[in-house]
Each structure stands twice: as structure tokens, then as C-alpha cells.
């Protein structure tokens, strides 16, 4: 399968008074043809500054993309026009914000916002055009759409407009389609017809979807393959089973352990992860995660791990390797029960 998006040695900095914040640092990553990839990692960590650095939206000042390449569909995005890239914008790459409320104009009817982007990219006629954002509306479970469509944002409920922001998204049958924590406003009965009409239409349009998300949940379920973002780095990536069944790096082993769990047979505390993330202005000279790391060795202080394959197709930044540690264990047990055995003679 063709990967549709390649990110490439990723750096997005901002350069601010207290220094340089290295909100994206040597991110490398593809996203293939119709499949959907999860971004996760706590507050913080560069997941949405990773998103908006594809659509060039990354507000300058103060930050920048210094480094790197995102090639989309054969093409470097960070090489094209800006008016090249407004034509990618909606048409071919698709965005679903965090808070639809921010993202809706308020004095515009739903009907206004969905025809503006079906008529500056496909060149629809008014009535063509509201005919189209009629049937987009009912695509994603809005009742009475003929109606709905005169409406304006207030008049509709955080889910309602969660599903307005899916049809805008999908209005132009984009290619790809990023959703920047698409539920995280919503309760669960809503995040999962949420989730559910994504997924749904990525089957039938073959749209590839990128989801950002903190809620490990979302990732169990939808995703395809899954990419664990720490300090503005993937510390972890492989299939979302390998990940959640054999996790290689200490954060992503960290997160799936602090996720409630319903097959539990006894009553406990929830697993965290001590301390707080590490502020990106100073150059870390090894493991950003090493402060907080229960794994962590001498050489996590000095020395940087790179991303490398433990697994075939799933590969993690750590010095240690799970699997190694495991079998050195078991072989250490097992001399230690030989030594026994022979001592009693």
C-alpha cells in the first residue's frame, strides 16, 4: 500500500523570549492510503503542533518549521505556494478541531459555512452547493437537515456541532482527514456515534484519517497503527495491537497502565506517572524521559536513544529492550535454580 503522507525529520520550533521551544523535534512517521493512525501522548507534548505543521497553519511569529519534509500525495507541502497550499487545504487535507465552537462563525448559518468550501473548491453553484451540504448533514446523522441547514451554531448541542465539523471536513472528499481530539468536549454515548461516523466514512470514501487523542480507548478501537509522542518526539510506534499488547517504551507502558480497567477482579489505585513532562526550551542531552523512567539506566542521562526497530514493525526510543530484559530474567532464574539444585546435591 502507497503511503499517502510522509513526514520527514519534522522540527517546528517557537522562539520566544525565554528561549527556543522545541515543540516538534525530529519527528519521522507515514500515514498510508485509507488507514487511520493514532497520535497520542499527554498534554503538551506536540501532537497538535505535529497537525498543524502539515496544514502550514503554525502562526509565525513566533514559531516556525526549521526543518524537515511532509510530502502528501507525491508533493513537499512546505515547498508549494501559499496559494497552493490553500487549494490543499479542505480539498485534499481535512481538519476536525478540538472545540467546534471556536471553529464555527457564529453569525453564519451551518448552510453558509459547508457551501463556502464546496463552492470555492468544486466550483458548485448556490443551489447545487445547498443541495450538497442537505445531503452532508445527513450523512452524519443530523435529522431534519433541510431545516438544520439555516440554522446557526447556538442553535445546535456540542455533539450536533461536532458532526457539522464532520461534514465540513468531508465536504470535499479529502484524502486525508485530521481530527484533533474530536471528542474530547463530548460524553461517551456521543464520542462514540462520533467515532463510529468517522469510521464508517473512511470505509466508504477510502479517506485516510489521522486521530490525535490522549484517550487510549479511542486508539484501541479505531485505530490502525499507533504513535506515541513524548517531548516532541515518537518515543513509540508499531500496529495499535503490538502497542497495547507489548509495549517497548516506559511512557506508553506508563499510559496503558494508568487506563481503567473493567476486567479487573480487584479494587486498586490507578497506575501514574510521576513528575511532569520536561520543559523544551534547554536541549536535552539524553532520554527526555529518564526523570520520570522506572527503567532508566546511567546512560538515559547522556545519551539520546534513537527510534529503532524491537520488533519487526514496531520499533521504540529506549535504551532497554523489554524483550532482552525478560529473557536475561528468565536466564538469571535459571541458573540461580541449577546452582540450587546442584548445591542440595
Known sequence: MASLLEVNNLRTHFFTEEGVVRAVDGVTWHLDEGETLGLVGESGCGKSVTAMSILKLIPNPPGRIVEGEINFDGRDLLKISDAEMRDVRGNDIAMIFQEPMTSLNPVLTIGAQIRESLQLHLGLNDEEANQRAIELLELVGIPEAEIRVKDY???????????????????????????????????????????????????????????????????????????????????????????????????????????????????????????????LVDPIPGCAFEPRCAWAIEKCKSEKPLLEIKDPGHSAACWRDPNVDERTRVEEDLRDRLSAAAARG
Do not use: W
Open 153 to 279: 451554531p447556538h442553535q445546535f448541542s456540542g455533539g450536533m456541532r461536532q458532526r457539522v465539523m464532520i461534514a465540513m471536513g468531508l465536504s470535499c472528499n479529502p484524502k486525508l482527514l485530521i481530527a484533533d481530539e474530536p471528542t474530547t468536549a463530548l460524553d461517551v454515548t456521543i464520542q462514540a456515534q462520533i467515532l463510529e461516523i468517522m469510521a464508517n466514512l473512511s470505509k466508504e470514501f477510502g479517506t485516510a484519517v489521522l486521530v490525535i487523542t490522549h484517550n487510549l480507548g479511542v486508539v484501541a478501537r479505531y485505530a490502525d497503527r499507533v504513535n506515541v509522542m513524548y517531548a516532541g518526539e515518537i518515543v513509540e510506534s508499531g500496529s495499535a495491537i503490538d502497542v497495547f499488547k507489548r509495549a517497548k517504551h516506559p511512557y506508553a507502558v506508563g499510559l496503558l497502565e494508568s487506563v481503567p480497567r473493567l476486567d479487573e477482579t480487584e479494587h486498586k489505585r490507578l497506575a501514574t506517572i510521576q513528575g511532569q513532562p520536561p520543559l
